[in-house]
């Protein structure tokens, strides 16, 4: 069967509103399982759209089983109480992306508590990281594969743990779209609510991660 990549899909239909993908990168790799199709699956359920059985043709089972779990994670994120409390701490302006803009800010504070979390070194997991998508370019969407470089050489998955780094990404997500303009300057949101946002994260992830662990092997997943 030939593997086809798919397209980069980050922006409603151009009717809508535009909307931003989750992008707690980091977290999604942490949670994923200790492989390199798992690894690639949980990024990319960013990125990829569509029904799993509509994927078949365009991933390998391993990395869509990745697919299939990043979603269960956004869903089981975007229910919980304290996902829905941390809008009130970000400005009305900009509160129609609440949602992206707390899974930055989490995967902010998993970057700067990153030992409590895991044994391995954060370099070296995001060099593992970084190593399993270049084995795995040819089936991410070109707007990844294609900037896969420049994102590495600019430490895509380790700056989030600076206020000076997370400004920078927030302001990267801001130019993918005019309508995602006020983003620009979300990381006031931050500075104003620091610490809610991290008391909000130390009760959160530990939630989360324990809610991973009753899913089982990703294999197991039924679509």
Not at 19 to 48: C, Q, T
Not at 102 to 118: E, G, N, P
Not at 194 to 199: I, L, M, Q, W
Request: charged share 25%; with cysteine; proline share 6%.
């Amino acid at each position: 069967m030939a593997i086809h990549p798919v397209t980069i899909c980050n922006i409603a239909l151009a009717h809508e509103a535009p909307i931003i993908a989750p992008l707690n990168y980091l977290a999604h790799l942490l949670l994923a399982e200790n492989h390199a199709a798992s690894r690639v699956g949980n990024l990319l359920g960013d990125f990829a759209t569509g029904r799993p059985e509509s994927l078949r043709g365009s991933f390998p089972d391993a990395v869509l089983h990745g697919i299939v779990r990043h979603r269960a994670i956004d869903r089981f994120t975007d229910s919980h109480r304290i996902t829905n409390s941390l809008k009130a701490c970000i400005a009305p302006g900009r509160r129609r992306f609440a949602g992206a803009i707390t899974d930055i800010i989490h995967d902010h504070f998993l970057t700067r508590h990153w030992a409590d979390h895991c044994d391995v070194p954060l370099a070296e997991f995001t060099a593992a990281c970084n190593a399993a998508l270049r084995e795995h370019s040819p089936i991410l969407p070109p707007e990844l594969r294609d900037t896969l470089e420049e994102r590495i050489a600019d430490d895509w998955l380790g700056r989030y743990g600076s206020d000076e780094g997370l400004d920078h990404v927030f302001k990267r997500v801001s130019r993918r779209h005019p309508g995602f303009a006020p983003v620009h300057d979300a990381i006031n949101d931050l500075v104003a609510n620091r610490e809610v946002f991290e008391d909000a994260f130390h009760q959160f992830f530990p939630d989360l991660r324990q809610w991973v662990r009753t899913l089982g092997p990703e294999a197991d997943a039924i679509f």
